[in-house]
């Protein structure tokens, strides 16, 4: 793996549990507003943050994409945990997974192990 795919599988690891968070919070603030309390209503402020942060997970997931050359179905799934509340924590796990599994090919790789 080069460092310019690296960088932007970490780049879509780093935006992944903010979005996710911020996924969750406005659902919850948002279910809160309508049974709850009728006046409370943080939309205005967390509405704009999730949507930046959906918007650079997007962006950092195409450039991903582009990158690692991902197949269709692999691709569609780390868009779809953008959209899954909840989904950008598995993204980033699946992701550091692929990058740690990345590290340990390129370093036996470099010592010449091959499986058997």
């Given at each position: 793996?080069?460092?310019?795919t690296a960088?932007?599988?970490?780049r879509?690891?780093?935006?992944?549990?903010p979005e996710?968070?911020s996924?969750?919070v406005?659902?919850?603030c948002t279910?809160?507003k309508?049974?709850?309390?009728?006046?409370?209503?943080v939309?205005p402020?967390?509405?704009?943050i999730?949507?930046?942060l959906f918007?650079?997970?997007?962006?950092?997931?195409?450039?991903?994409?582009n990158r690692?050359?991902?197949a269709k179905?692999t691709g569609?799934?780390?868009?779809?945990?953008?959209?899954?509340p909840?989904?950008g924590?598995v993204?980033e796990r699946?992701l550091?997974?692929?990058?740690?599994d990345?590290?340990?090919?390129?370093?036996a790789?470099?010592e010449g192990?091959?499986n058997a």
């Amino acid at each position: 793996m080069d460092l310019k795919t690296a960088s932007a599988i970490r780049r879509l690891r780093l935006v992944s549990v903010p979005e996710g968070i911020s996924w969750i919070v406005l659902a919850s603030c948002t279910v809160i507003k309508y049974t709850v309390a009728s006046g409370f209503d943080v939309a205005p402020v967390l509405g704009p943050i999730h949507g930046v942060l959906f918007i650079l997970y997007v962006l950092f997931w195409l450039d991903a994409w582009n990158r690692t050359k991902w197949a269709k179905g692999t691709g569609a799934m780390y868009f779809a945990y953008s959209i899954i509340p909840g989904g950008g924590f598995v993204a980033e796990r699946r992701l550091r997974r692929e990058a740690e599994d990345a590290v340990i090919a390129a370093r036996a790789r470099k010592e010449g192990v091959v499986n058997a």
